[in-house]
């Protein structure tokens, strides 16, 4: 059951990145034990006896995933209008 949480979790947080300020810029990877920005109240989840760094590395991976996705998507759509 736990793992469905943190596969919920992970998929509502890379669906609310997905819906962004509109801006194109995609967001820096994860850097070091910093984390994405998007991530660092999960990280903030050690208060309360959660592995915050482990479910915000899974995260961010899914949001990296996801951004990239996005990416490649984006290229095919502006060669298809050219």
């Known amino acids: 059951m736990t793992t469905m949480r943190i596969l919920g979790l992970a998929w509502l947080l890379a669906a609310l990145a ?24 999960i990280r903030a989840t050690e208060a309360i006896g959660v592995d915050g760094q482990a479910i915000s590395k899974k995260v961010d991976a899914a949001l990296d995933a ?17």
């Open 18 to 41: 997905a819906c962004g300020d509109g801006t194109t810029d995609t967001p820096p990877a994860a850097s070091g034990e910093g984390g994405r920005p998007e991530t660092a109240n």
């Open 66 to 82: 996801n951004d990239q996705r996005k990416d490649e998507l984006d290229k095919a759509i502006e060669a298809q209008e050219r």
